[in-house]
């Protein structure tokens, strides 16, 4: 069994929409999954890309996938690498392809000499609480996380 990480590239778009919509099911959302070919393209594939993709192959089939970008922190004065998503197709997890994305990750966060390397997990998610802190991953629990979408995010922005 030979696990692979690769980047992302255009030819990709398919199977990063497939693994969304698997992430969707997974996490009970799956009403919550806008993207589209189009989107993937302007964000992941733009010119300059703000969001960067990996593909996880085992033996040259796609199982899973990250998307991730670059935050800062004032307070380390460095940026972070932030995971906004992982995911492996259940029929293969358990097989080490989670920990070869997280260890690519986590390269890429030491060779871009990132502070952080920082993501979010439901917090009924105990099969990936539970992994995550076998790496030694620690919870955050003293923040909180808010967001602003839809028409809250409009509002605001038309307050300007």
């Not at 995911?87 to 997280?102: I, N, T």
Request: hydrophobic share 40%; aromatic share 12%.
């Amino acid at each position: 069994m030979s696990i692979k990480i690769r980047t992302a590239v255009k030819a990709d778009t398919d199977t990063i929409l497939h693994f969304i919509k698997e992430l969707a099911i997974y996490e009970k959302a799956e009403h919550e999954a806008k993207a589209t070919p189009e989107h993937i393209h302007n964000t992941l594939f733009a010119e300059t890309p703000k969001v960067h993709g990996l593909i996880c192959e085992q033996d040259g089939t796609a199982v899973g996938f990250a998307i991730y970008f670059y935050s800062y922190s004032t307070w380390q004065g460095q940026h972070g690498l932030y995971l906004e998503d992982l995911y492996v197709s259940p029929d293969f997890r358990g097989q080490g392809a989670g920990k070869k994305l997280l260890t690519h990750l986590a390269a890429i966060a030491v060779e871009n000499n990132c502070g952080r390397f920082e993501w979010s997990v439901l917090d009924w998610n105990k099969p990936a609480i539970d992994f995550y802190e076998s790496l030694n991953a620690k919870p955050q629990g003293e923040w909180i996380r808010y967001r602003l979408d839809g028409a809250a995010l409009t509002a605001l922005a038309n307050q300007a």
